[in-house]
């Protein structure tokens, strides 16, 4: 959606998420996701089951007193764990290798973690803090306090998304456009920065069910009245209720989306008489019935001004097919609006 082809521009998932936390990478150094997860506590690390790779979807506050915690009794030299939101965190290894066989958590919900733990480069350190963290976090009282409250305890930790800092080329100077991210998510939020686009943050926006739907498209409204061309607005929530298997609240999102993200949007841009483009799509799917992400073409919708014309189409899946227009290259779909 910002137009970087990743086979050139990507090097991993962690080194974006770390500049939004403000770390500062030199090109040396490699950082990876750090999730706060919960575990079936069996005899080893190696024995249990992936039983929320979100830890209940912790608070910020909670995990940030367990990632402290964690960080006083566990060091290496040049290895430094920071905090970041709710079950999302980072460790960054100075001066490192890349080169680890690492499973995203979110990937084997309910599965053994035998056969997807670390392997590969960096794989005995990682391994060791998994180990310490796991004998460590089951008895802090902020996990004793969550299981007698009928919540998931954040009883481990898990590393993925290795990677180095990426080298992007500024938004404006590759679109022409002042650009800015509206997201709760670490991800987006620090692919908006490697750009150089404006990241705005929302009160109330949590990347679930329950975040500031209103806010976000208030905020998107506010950014283009002060001038900026190009606003992406990501909603993490139908993405979070799909791994966590919740139909309901998938379909309330997506209903949440239509209604007070999308609708006061466009209405905003109908009034201000200027020529526009709204394009609406998923970055992938993450079907409820395998709980994670899959490779399926995603439906795209666009619309510019003065697009009156009266079309019979739904927009999902079954009806984007049947149109016959396709991109092969998803890198590329920005340039349909880029007219």
């Known amino acids: 959606m910002f137009g970087y082809d990743p086979r050139k521009y990507y090097t991993g998932r962690s080194p974006l998420e770390a500049m939004s936390l403000g770390i500062d990478l030199e090109q040396s150094d490699v950082a990876y996701r750090c999730n706060l997860v919960t575990l079936t506590s069996g005899?080893?690390?190696?024995?249990s089951v992936m039983t929320d790779y979100s830890a209940g979807e912790i608070s910020t506050e909670e995990a940030a007193e367990l990632i402290a915690f964690l960080s006083e009794r566990i060091q290496d030299?040049?290895?430094v764990l920071y905090p970041g939101f709710s079950y999302r965190h980072c460790l960054v290894m100075k001066q490192a290798e890349t080169g680890a066989e690492l499973t995203p958590p979110h990937d084997i919900s309910g599965q053994s973690v035998a056969g997807k733990l670390p392997q590969g480069t960096n794989a005995e350190l990682l391994m060791r803090w998994m180990e310490r963290a796991f004998q460590l976090l089951g008895n802090?009282?902020?996990?004793?306090a969550r299981v007698q409250a009928g919540k998931n305890p954040a009883n481990a930790i898990w590393f993925w998304g290795e990677g180095r800092r990426p080298q992007l080329s500024p938004f404006l100077s590759k679109t022409g456009l002042n650009g800015a991210v509206i997201s709760a998510v670490d991800l987006i939020q620090g692919i908006g920065k490697c750009a150089g686009m404006e990241v705005i943050k929302v009160k109330g926006a949590t990347g679930t069910f329950e975040t500031n739907f209103s806010g976000k498209a208030q905020a998107a409204i506010d950014a283009f009245s002060r001038g900026i061309d190009y606003v992406y607005i990501h909603l993490e929530a139908p993405d979070e209720c799909g791994h966590?298997?919740?139909?309901?609240?998938?379909?309330?999102?997506?209903?949440?989306?239509d209604e007070k993200v999308l609708a006061p949007v466009w209405k905003y841009l109908e009034a201000s008489g200027e020529d526009y483009h709204i394009l609406l799509l998923p970055d992938h799917p993450t079907p409820l019935k395998i709980r994670t992400h899959s490779a399926e073409p995603v439906p795209f919708a666009l619309f510019r001004k003065g697009d009156n014309e009266q079309k019979k189409v739904r927009y999902c899946e079954k009806d984007a097919a049947q149109t016959g227009v396709s991109l092969d290259e998803g890198f590329r779909l920005i340039d349909k609006i880029l007219v």
């Open 43 to 47: 005899s080893s690390l190696a024995e």
């Open 77 to 79: 030299k040049g290895v």
């Open 140 to 144: 802090h009282p902020i996990n004793r």
């Open 244 to 257: 966590h298997g919740q139909l309901k609240e998938k379909i309330f999102s997506i209903e949440q989306i």
